[in-house]
């Protein structure tokens, strides 16, 4: 029965169709939940740092009912997609709320798109990781699956990941080197993959051309059936979606470095090298995307049985209080910059 909470991740979506049917200020009510009500119900609820015992472990793993709960992310969000074009584009809508439906849809497609899509992406099924890809294509950020699986959890933690933040770098500053880099890094990372395989540059194997059709092909519909309007709306949502993983990609390894050995290589990554966060309503609302560095220690865990790590360095909130509280510099490096390992501070 403890196991619907989990269900609790549904209240994102449910707060946006809820702003999109009564409109007015209503329209702001996903962001007013996330980084309101939230980060209030994180200082409310107490940490919870237990792991599970090896007989719940296998049981919750032949549970299916942790996958449904993924996989029921694939409607929902496509059907407040459509739902959100439809009413913009069809009803009188003021400025003001055409901008609150705007974040409101892109907080979910970050949530319930790319979060939910980052946990697929990892499953050994194909048809798992086909859905994670499709949660990726309304934020635009299809390419997320080649770069992270293939070069974040490899380069995690030092100066060659895009999706690590330097220690005293901005988060805002961060957006711009994650994006940017993470893109071009994905292009180079599919290069490599297709000369692994003997394929040329040119392969229908080439799944970065194929995620920029799709893409394409997706914006030339949502702007022949929903217009110039529906187009601007489609594109400034999945834009916040992407800020919105970029902003929990800077919290989640902020400052930490892995440390070179004699060899000159890295070493190898372990649970020092993500912040972890046991607060419950973080865990559950971003299906346990908090105990990050389980997640990094062994990649393919599922969500429903990662551990927390006493080694690994905690973060004195939940993630969507630390997301806000990022979006300050200033308080962000003074709760923080204390937090970071000494040996891990690049000179």
């Given at each position: 029965?403890?196991?619907?909470?989990?269900?609790?991740?549904?209240?994102?979506?449910?707060?946006a169709?809820?702003?999109?049917?009564?409109?007015?200020?209503?329209?702001?009510?996903?962001?007013?939940?996330?980084?309101?009500?939230?980060?209030?119900?994180?200082?409310?609820?107490?940490?919870?740092?237990?792991?599970?015992?090896?007989?719940?472990?296998?049981?919750?793993?032949?549970?299916?009912?942790?996958?449904?709960?993924?996989?029921?992310?694939?409607?929902?969000?496509?059907?407040?997609?459509?739902?959100?074009?439809k009413?913009?584009?069809?009803?009188?809508?003021?400025?003001?709320?055409?901008?609150?439906?705007?974040?409101?849809?892109?907080?979910?497609?970050a949530?319930?798109?790319?979060?939910?899509?980052h946990?697929?992406?990892?499953?050994?099924?194909?048809?798992?990781?086909?859905?994670?890809?499709?949660?990726?294509?309304?934020?635009?950020?299809?390419?997320?699956?080649?770069?992270?699986?293939?070069?974040?959890?490899?380069?995690?933690?030092?100066?060659?990941?895009?999706?690590t933040?330097?220690?005293?770098?901005?988060?805002?500053?961060?957006?711009?080197?994650?994006?940017?880099?993470?893109?071009?890094?994905?292009?180079?990372?599919?290069?490599?993959?297709?000369?692994?395989?003997?394929?040329?540059?040119?392969?229908?194997?080439?799944?970065?051309?194929?995620?920029?059709?799709?893409?394409?092909?997706?914006?030339?519909?949502?702007?022949?059936?929903?217009?110039?309007?529906?187009?601007?709306?489609?594109?400034?949502?999945?834009?916040?979606?992407?800020?919105?993983?970029?902003?929990?990609?800077?919290?989640e390894?902020?400052?930490?470095?892995?440390?070179?050995?004699?060899?000159?290589?890295?070493?190898?990554?372990?649970?020092?090298?993500?912040?972890?966060?046991?607060?419950?309503?973080?865990?559950?609302?971003?299906?346990?995307l908090?105990?990050?560095?389980?997640?990094?220690?062994?990649?393919?865990?599922?969500?429903?049985?990662?551990?927390?790590?006493?080694?690994?360095?905690?973060?004195?909130?939940?993630?969507?209080?630390?997301?806000?509280?990022?979006?300050?510099?200033?308080?962000?490096?003074?709760?923080?910059?204390?937090?970071?390992?000494?040996?891990?501070?690049?000179?």
């Open positions: 029965m403890k196991d619907l909470k989990y269900l609790f991740a549904f209240t994102i979506p449910l707060m169709f809820i702003g999109l049917y009564l409109k007015g200020i209503y329209s702001f009510l996903v962001p007013a939940y996330a980084f309101v009500l939230l980060p209030i119900f994180e200082m409310i609820f107490p940490v919870d740092e237990k792991n599970l015992e090896d007989e719940e472990v296998e049981n919750k793993l032949k549970n299916i009912f942790f996958d449904w709960l993924l996989y029921l992310n694939i409607p929902i969000v496509f059907s407040l997609l459509f739902l959100s074009l009413t913009i584009t069809s009803q009188n809508i003021e400025t003001y709320e055409w901008i609150g439906l705007m974040i409101s849809l892109g907080i979910v497609l949530i319930n798109g790319i979060n939910v899509a946990e697929l992406g990892h499953r050994q099924s194909t048809n798992e990781r086909f859905l994670g890809k499709a949660l990726l294509l309304p934020s635009l950020y299809m390419h997320f699956y080649i770069e992270h699986n293939f070069g974040h959890h490899l380069h995690a933690a030092t100066p060659e990941d895009p999706a933040a330097r220690y005293n770098q901005s988060v805002y500053s961060f957006w711009f080197t994650s994006t940017i880099r993470q893109y071009f890094k994905s292009w180079k990372i599919q290069k490599t993959l297709l000369k692994n395989k003997n394929l040329s540059f040119f392969s229908l194997k080439n799944d970065m051309f194929w995620y920029s059709i799709i893409q394409i092909t997706y914006l030339v519909l949502v702007y022949f059936f929903f217009s110039a309007t529906g187009l601007l709306f489609a594109l400034v949502s999945g834009i916040v979606g992407f800020i919105l993983l970029e902003t929990v990609n800077y919290i390894h902020y400052g930490l470095l892995r440390l070179k050995t004699k060899s000159g290589r890295y070493e190898r990554v372990k649970q020092i090298h993500s912040w972890n966060s046991n607060h419950v309503i973080g865990r559950i609302v971003l299906y346990e908090t105990r990050h560095s389980d997640h990094h220690y062994k990649t393919n865990k599922k969500y429903q049985i990662l551990d927390c790590h006493e080694e690994s360095p905690q973060m004195p909130y939940g993630y969507p209080t630390s997301m806000l509280i990022s979006l300050f510099p200033p308080l962000w490096f003074k709760i923080m910059n204390k937090r970071v390992p000494r040996e891990m501070i690049s000179s």
